[in-house]
């Protein structure tokens, strides 16, 4: 088995026969002339490997599709033109007709509004928490036949405790679908953990540039096929053009990642002997509560997102995205940018304030996606930032 970083160059390479390209060419078009094998493959609809229409396949999919599977250790892959509709083609086709999903409320405010919807395509949901499996096994009910949480949850990185709740799954029969997108193949392999399936918003960490929407699913090759069904159902199919920017993207997946962890690993451990910070919440810090299960799952480092609340509340965090000059405050993460945003008005907006300190989102929280500019600059930039701020928690209102 070749390691990460080579199958992040080379797995999927599609290979030209006529000049020998050693890019993957972008096939940019919607249809290809019937040949034997197509109209073989309409008569058995087995037309996911065949040249025929680009909705159903397209050799730009298929090397994309190839690289992860290979970073993934699956069989077989899918890609999507969204996370979403990665989410929502697998979720539907696994768990149809009628049946039941124990998730968890914390996941992602996309995938949290879509749970919440699926009692109108007669799928069933109940909350539970991938932290504390024997939570999720008293959700299991007789139809239940997916569990679906995050390898690592957003803003507070909570660790799914992957080995035992795929045990819970192998023992009830379900499937365990893991949605990696905190953390990439680069850092943790579901599959190789006991999960069925990996879906991944493809925004994120595998293309890497915050400059291509694209999802993606993983496993094995049965389940893959009946995804693949619902993809060219729903029609969320993902466009030669973004292929080929995605596959470019992933090519430097294992450099990235390996910039990514160890700066948030550097910023964070920092950040927690900053007075103006109140907490950091990082899996590789020994402060964090999973600190061992991380350790032990995620020897490659722990991802390149740091949540940390400020002691001067809202107040503090409002100035302090005003204050910084290198991390855009934008929405988003796992682009070689570094990226801010506080989850108060942003993924966490729609809940009441009560409801946001319930699952420990205070007001003085920032979400960080460290990017993979210089250390150092990040670190003087925060510091500067954090020097800027009032001195007393809470002291003055800079905001009325
Ligand atoms: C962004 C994100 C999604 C949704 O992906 P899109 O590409 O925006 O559709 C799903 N899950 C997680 C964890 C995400 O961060």
Redesign the pocket.
Known sequence: MRLPATLAVHAGQYHDPITGAVGTPVFQTTTFRFTEEAYAAIAGQTARQVPLYTRYGNPSQWAVQEKLAALEGAESALVFS????A?SSTLLALASPGGHIVSAQDV?G??FTLLNELHRYGLSVSWADPADPASVEAAIRPGTRVLFF?SLS?PLLKLAALPQLAAIARRHGLLLVI?N??LSPFSLRPLELGADVVVH????YLNGHSDV???AAAGPKALMDQVWRELIRLGGSLDPHACFLLERGMKTLAVRMRTHNAQALALAAWLETQPQVRRVFYPGLPSHPQHALAADLLPGGAGGVVAFELAGGKEAALRLLDLVQIPQPAT??GGVESLISLPFNTSHAPLPPEAQEAVGIRPGLVRLSVGIEALEDLQADLAQALQGLPEAAGAVSLRG
């Open positions: 969204s996370g979403m509709a989410i992602y996309g995938t995050e957003n949605d997108t905190f918003s493809a925004s994120k929407i694209a999802g988003s993460l």
